[in-house]
């Protein structure tokens, strides 16, 4: 199989077979960054908005990136503007994606048939976090982006990163405290996490 550098590579010198390959390479992980976050009618609109933006952005790429890193990047901005362009009404009221959640948005994402009742829980819970938030959860435990990666595709320092996660996982537990939620260790919540990606 070639890597993702050899693929952009012959794109770039005019293979759509091999941009094709490396879009089909990432497809899934697109798709499953979008649909926790709006309406599924909206899921394939957005993963396509992104791939162009990536076919005319391309010689912009970066190699020292990984190509899904630049990718990701990428959506996270379409999904932005995604919120821009329908919430007109709440950004000129001040629309945050610091302190905004899906739900404030009025969003109500598409719902993969979770394995358990546990995790339609969770699922919620990540939902009534800051966008900010809730990016941040599922690019660290769904797409296992760390340090200058997720500080890449979030779009701030390195240093903030551990800091934003920390941040983001004590909004979770705090989300899941309210619903009354059980007590549960962290690692059984992290893998919980990561079990929701993994059905999406």
Known sequence: MRADLELLTA??????????????RHFECLRRFFRTKVPMTDVEDLVQRTL?????SVDG??????????LLTIARRELYGFFNRNNRDKIRQG??????SIRDLGISPSRAALASEEQVIIADAMAALPVDFQVTLELYYWEQLRGPELAEVLEISPNTVRTRLHRARAALREALA????????DAHLEDSVAGIGAQL
């Open 61 to 70: 790429f970066r190699a020292e990136a990984r190509f899904r890193t630049y």
């Open 11 to 24: 794109w770039r010198g005019g293979s759509k077979a091999a941009g094709g390959e490396l879009f089909e």
């Open 178 to 185: 309210r619903v009354r939620f059980g007590d549960i260790s």
């Open 95 to 100: 629309l945050d994606c610091t302190v905004s």
């Open 52 to 56: 162009l933006a990536c076919l005319e």
